[in-house]
């Protein structure tokens, strides 16, 4: 069945919309198969006919709606977190337009490429093209690695199937010896405790018995998935909305949410990883039961932080390509619900916001290092929900390639590597660095993410000011506002003995 | 000088917060104004200066296998813990210190003997650098409505008053003095700021309370209460807050949950509400306002300048800034000798009502982050200073109380020093006096961020690790020495008809904020219990961020350090000091 065929009523006129923050506008409301749009009444509050939503239904979290007297109130809170109200004139417009986001919020969470169909490309489709994910050989110590880059192999798997009995695979152990030397230690980092490793084997999973891997050193390192780090994340964003908390209050639940213990706790643990490998100058083995969450979590962020070449734009969407989308995150399942839905939860995890979380914090700590800036990380956080692009569909490969992701949707990346977009998500203090960053994972280093957290609550207007001085303060062009006012002379730049050096030279041919 | 017995030890350790790094080994010097350290055992010298004013504690722990610790609490929240080897020299250190940081007479305080020699006009000049009648002028006081009375010039009306006052024109001198005898201490209300953008005279105004004023009596008033705790509930938040931040190694949770349990957040939610509830009423309800607590020389100060920091461009500038702080703290008799405990006093007196309130600044500069013409730098200098007792400003208690002691002849004033460095204490993202009128600043919870760069200011390790405030500076200055040098250039091009190599100027690398704060950086511990393997010690990386804390640390004590002052017999160390010296000025 067409989704197209499950609208009731696909135009409603004097809508109010109304978003924290913003001033409220009254507008025409428009369903269509995949995206919600309110354009303004001309002679409205806005200019005529301006387009003042647009947004993907995918995006909806949960829907809310109230009816009083001859009209109806609808809230829409979003994946991203934002919350929107439409105030419907007439009860039954009210009801349908609820009924059709609803359904289509329901069609549209089966997976499949049908419903990532891309509405408006500006023309540049034919252009667009599936990134291939840039060739960085990670742990093969090739001539084009810096020399910072410890020529270690980080590997990554699931846990070994030991069970009750204790069994062991020879070739299992054959692969792991043959990664070292002889003498030579490796590192297990186990995301799980001791103890839920050892429980593991009572249901055929289970760890590496030093016996059987007597050069692996088993380090444990619990870090929280599934339904606790989905709950983490409701109840922050729970706090976060509430605008009637005093400080105690506010403080008390920022801490029993847990969420910077979990960005600590994952900081931490890709350090740790991070440090076998540059410090100790071993070969690192990151495993928790399937290896598809928090293992992605540590080998992605040690990645961020030893290697400059992920740091940069191109090398993050290669790492993410990589790191979680090959390498079989399940997005679908983990990305199906946001913060705001009361829909019973499954397989919810935001495993890669805490990623994108800790890649934030790094970023703060280290202003300079970082070739994005905040605003990649929110679009990425963004698509990961809910997007227009094939990217993040489905949870592995294997359904990709079944659904034929590549062949009908888009990618994301090609997207935002486009020439104008790509502007938007530099950071104009990057200076490259080829050393390992190490973050302070003292609580009083790390900071909530306000900028993901409290996009939608408060005003950011001053802060993109500053973000807009940055930007004009580092923005260089001296020289070539020099040469505008001189025909014969050319002024040069140059670095000798570590000091810019400036001086006028005749332009070509002219001696 | 007599309190020093033993002006030179060796062989003392510094401890590191980070347990896994190895302690350092030096030598201990106190001299009349600091106790210096200089590490021995690092490849570049490298030296801790604690000026004498700022030890708030000294304290001697149990004896440990390495010898008998020292640990040392500053009020500018710098912590050291040495260890002396022998217990005699201990005991002789910490009871010099115990006398040297808490003087029983005002003359022993730094400022009466701080020389930074600067000819006696130069000094008179410094003092006369913030005028607060100007401020008035520019309010449009005298008016129809205010006047400047010298009333109190006797301080018969208040003597914790300046001599001037601003009051109603219609109030005459039997009002005034009628008001005093009604008011705890005299202090009458008088005017604080004058909102100009109001057709009336509106006004945000001290007075003195101790119970309050029976609604009755006063025609056209309304009472609002707003609850700030008193100084006593402020001085226990903040030893909890340091207690919080000086944790080993905390979780989250233990953070968060003694940051919630200090209740100092709580409290600088609760000053800057009443300011942004006073700057309200001033400007949207365009209403007079008289602001007290019991004395109105604490919570009132808060309020009062805080609001007029929302309401005034003027007072976001530097110049503004110790306008204001004269204004509503110094002149209209904050307590900062009794708050801060610069003499051998009460210590129930002390109270952290001044740092809540350069707290609250910072707060304010988080969320507007290009309307201050000033950078966190300049808040923490101020804030240093208010204890340092190096400078005469927050010397005693009140007007007349620095006109005894007479600081105007004696000592030196802050201000010029200040603006001397302005270069570094600029905010880069200022976007001029006219850019922002008043600021409504969001005040839920999560707008309030802990200050790590107040309370863990010297665990640099906390800190971010490249520092967008150098780098901006320094663009911007590299940026305006090219374009001076490019100018001279031009000028001479015409006559010229070649390449100019030895023309060329020469200038410090363009983003060199990179070379200077480079990425000195090591992983630190990461796990509760460090695996043997892991734990590999100091490395170089260790030593070069130490020595980068340490450095800052001694400029901002040392940089007005007269150098002849420092104890004669510490000559290597004056050496080293005259080179630090030269380097900063």
Redesign the interface.
């Known amino acids: 069945m067409e989704f197209s065929e499950l609208i009731k009523t696909a135009t409603v006129e004097n809508v109010l919309l109304s978003c924290a923050g913003l001033p409220a506008v009254k507008g025409t409301l428009c369903i269509t198969s995949h995206h919600l749009l309110l354009s303004s009444c001309p002679g409205g509050d806005g200019q005529a006919g301006t387009v003042e939503l647009w947004l993907l239904i995918r995006n909806v979290d949960a829907v809310e709606k109230r009816l009083a007297n001859s009209s109806g109130t609808i809230t829409l809170r979003c994946k991203d977190l934002k919350v929107l109200q439409l105030e419907i004139p007439g009860m039954e417009e009210c009801l349908n337009i609820a009924s059709s986001i609803e359904v289509r919020f329901w069609v549209g969470s089966e997976p499949g490429p049908s419903h990532a169909r891309v509405q408006r490309l500006a023309g540049e489709s034919g252009r667009l093209q599936w990134l291939e994910a840039p060739p960085i050989l990670w742990g093969s110590p090739s001539s084009g690695c810096p020399p910072s880059l410890a020529p270690q192999a980080m590997l990554r798997s699931s846990q070994p199937l030991t069970g009750p009995n204790r069994k062991r695979c020879r070739e299992d152990e054959t692969l792991l010896g043959t990664v070292l030397d002889e003498g030579e230690r490796g590192f297990i980092i186990d995301t799980r405790s001791a103890q839920a490793a050892k429980q593991a084997r009572m249901t055929g999973g289970g760890t590496e018995p030093k016996s059987s891997y007597p050069q692996w ?1 088993r ?1 444990h ?1 619990p870090l929280e998935r599934g339904r606790p780090l989905q709950e983490s994340f409701i109840k922050l964003v729970d706090a ?1 909305n509430d ?1 009637a ?8 639940r ?2 029993s949410c ?1 969420w ?2 979990h ?2 706790a994952a900081l ?2 890709a ?2 990883a ?3 490998m ?3 100058e071993a070969n690192v083995l990151v495993h928790g039961a399937e290896g598809t969450d928090t293992t992605l979590l540590v080998t992605a962020l040690a990645q961020v932080i030893l290697d400059p070449s992920c740091r940069t734009l191109v090398g993050f969407q290669g790492l993410l390509e990589r790191e979680w989308i090959e390498a079989g995150h399940p997005f679908h399942l983990r990305c199906a619900r946001s913060a705001y839905s009361h829909a019973r939860l499954k397989q919810e995890a935001p495993l890669f916001l805490l990623f994108l979380d800790c890649v934030w914090q790094l970023s ?6 970082l070739e994005f800036s905040e605003c990649l990380l929110l679009t990425l956080f963004d698509n990961a929900y809910a997007s227009a692009y094939g990217t993040f569909l489905c949870n592995n490969e294997k359904e990709r390639c079944l659904c034929k992701v590549k062949e009908n949707t888009h990618s994301l990346w090609a997207w935002l590597n486009q020439p104008g977009e790509r502007k938007k998500y530099l950071n104009p ?1 990057y ?1 490259p ?1 080829a ?14 993410w ?1 900028g993901l957290f ?1 996009r939608w609550i ?2 950011s207007q ?2 993109d ?2 973000w807009a ?2 930007q004009r ?2 923005g ?1 062009g ?1 020289v070539q506002q ?1 040469n505008k ?2 025909q014969n ?1 050319v ?1 040069v ?1 140059h ?2 003995n ?9 332009v070509q041919g002219q ?1 | 000088m007599e309190h020093i017995t033993t002006p030179k030890v060796e062989n003392v350790k510094l401890l590191d917060r980070y347990t896994n790094r190895k302690a350092a080994n030096g030598t201990l010097y106190l001299t009349a104004t600091h106790l210096i350290y200089v590490d021995a055992s690092a490849e570049v010298r490298k030296e801790t200066w604690i000026l004498h004013h700022h030890i708030a504690t000294v304290e001697k722990l149990p004896l440990t296998t390495a010898g008998y610790p020292l640990l040392i609490h500053c009020k500018n929240f710098h912590m050291a813990h040495f260890v002396i080897g022998q217990e005699r020299d201990c005991h002789e250190v910490y009871t010099s210190l115990l006398k040297l940081s808490q003087p029983v007479k005002p003359e022993e305080l730094y400022a009466f003997s701080y020389n930074p020699k600067m000819s006696k006009e130069n000094r008179e000049i410094g003092w006369k650098l913030i005028d607060l009648k100007v401020d008035y002028q520019r309010m449009g006081i005298p008016n129809d409505y205010w006047e400047i009375t010298d009333v109190n010039k006797d301080y018969e009306v208040c003597n914790t008053y300046p001599p001037e006052i601003v009051v109603p024109r219609a109030a005459n001198k039997a009002v005034v003095i009628g008001s005093s005898r009604f008011r705890s201490r005299g202090r009458i209300p008088v005017l604080s700021y004058l909102y100009k953008e109001n057709n009336l005279n509106a006004m945000a105004n001290r007075a003195a309370g101790k119970g309050y004023e029976n609604e009755d009596n006063y025609d056209n008033i309304r009472f609002k209460f707003i609850g700030i705790e008193n100084i006593h509930v402020m001085r226990n938040s903040l030893q909890k807050l340091l207690e919080v ?1 000086e944790m080993k ?9 003694g ?2 349990n200090s ?1 100092w ?2 409290h600088i ?1 609760a000053v800057m509400d009443a300011g942004v509830f006073l700057a309200k009423a001033l400007k949207d309800e365009k209403a007079s306002v008289l602001v007290h607590c019991s004395d109105g020389w604490d919570r009132t100060a808060q309020v009062c300048s805080l609001a007029s920091l929302l309401l005034d461009p003027f007072y976001r500038t530097c110049k503004g800034f110790m306008v204001l702080i004269e204004k509503e703290w110094i002149a209209m008799g904050h307590k900062f000798s009794h708050r801060c405990g610069h003499l051998d006093g009460d210590p129930k007196e002390v109270s952290p009502v001044f740092t809540q309130f350069i707290e609250c600044v910072w707060q304010l500069m988080q ?5 201050f013409e000033f950078n966190e730098r300049f808040l923490l200098e101020i804030h240093d200073h208010v204890y340092s007792c190096q400078f005469g400003n927050f010397l005693g208690t009140c007007h007349k109380e620095r006109e005894d002691l007479k600081i105007f002849e004696k000592t030196h004033s802050l201000w010029p020093f200040l603006l001397q460095k302005k270069q570094e204490l600029r905010n ?2 200022y ?1 001029g006096f006219t850019a922002y009128k008043e600021l409504q600043p ?1 005040t ?7 200050w ?1 760069g107040m309370y ?1 200011r010297f ?1 640099k ?6 520092c ?1 405030l150098d ?2 500076l320094s ?2 200055s ?2 305006m020495k ?2 001076d ?2 100018s001279e ?2 000028n001479k ?1 015409p006559f ?6 030895s ?9 060199c904020a ?2 200077k704060t480079p ?1 000195l ?4 511990d ?2 509760g219990e460090p ?1 043997p ?2 734990s ?1 010690g100091a490395s170089a990386g260790d030593i070069d961020v130490m020595s980068d804390v340490d450095q800052k640390h001694k400029e901002n004590l040392s940089h007005h350090q007269d150098l002849r002052d420092l104890n004669d017999t510490i000559d290597v160390l004056n050496s080293q000091a005259k080179d630090g010296k030269l380097r900063h000025h």
């Open positions: 050193r380090l390192r976060c605008t908390i005093n400080m105690d209050r506010w403080l008390n920022l801490e847990r910077l213990s960005v600590k931490s643990t350090c740790l991070a440090q076998c540059d410090r100790e703060r700590q280290f202003p300079f290092s203090l200076l660095n050393l390992v960053i190490w973050p302070s994972v003292e609580p009083q280093s790390i900071q909530l306000q409290f408060r005003s001053y802060l000011e500053a001085e940055i303060k580092v260089s001296l020099i006012k001189h002379w002024c730049c670095l000798e570590n000091d810019w050096l400036l001086r006028f030279q005749p001696t | 931040c190694s905390p979780s989250m949770s233990d953070f968060l949950t940051l919630e209740g957040l709580r939610k969320q507007f982050p290009c309307t880069p993202l976007r969001n839920l919870p999560f707008s309030f961020q802990f790590c863990n665990d390790g906390m800190h971010p690790k490249q967008v780098h901006l663009c911007m590299q940026k090219l374009e040098n490019a250039l031009e091009l010229l008809d070649g390449p100019l190599p023309e060329a100027c020469s200038l410090p690398k363009i983003g990179a070379s990425m950086n090591t992983p630190q990461y796990e695996p393997l892991l590999n």
